[in-house]
């Protein structure tokens, strides 16, 4: 079966090239945008270079909303640190959370294929308007 007719996620991983720093999702100098599917395989999209405004406050509503109009079309946010925005996102948004213990994105990549089925019902969750009380964790520390 080709890849068109799989389920599939669209994701972006905050990165500094291949690694996966240990900071927030909108510190991250980078995000690789990706198309995950069931089958483990993934696609890159793009490479978006954070362009979001500077925090004026920890957690700040703004620099939300700047990474968000970045990575319109996408699904799930996946960062090495979890952070406030993360929580308000997982209560409020139809985006997906992860935290990833991984230190590559080609690890973080492997990672969330191999645990596809559980994003994929969190992810479907979101698409039907639903709020799960979830940041998925994934990796080996």
Known sequence: MSNEHRRRIQLAIACEGGAIPRKHFGDCPEFCVYELYENGEYHLIRTQSNTSPAEQKHADPKKLKGVAGLLSGC??????????????IRDTKPIQPVVTQ?????????ALGKGFEELFGLVSARRQGEHPAVILAIGDK
């Open 102 to 110: 991984e230190e590559t994105v080609e690890g973080t990549l492997g």
């Open 75 to 88: 699904e799930v946010l996946v960062s090495g640190l979890q952070s406030p925005n993360f929580a308000s």
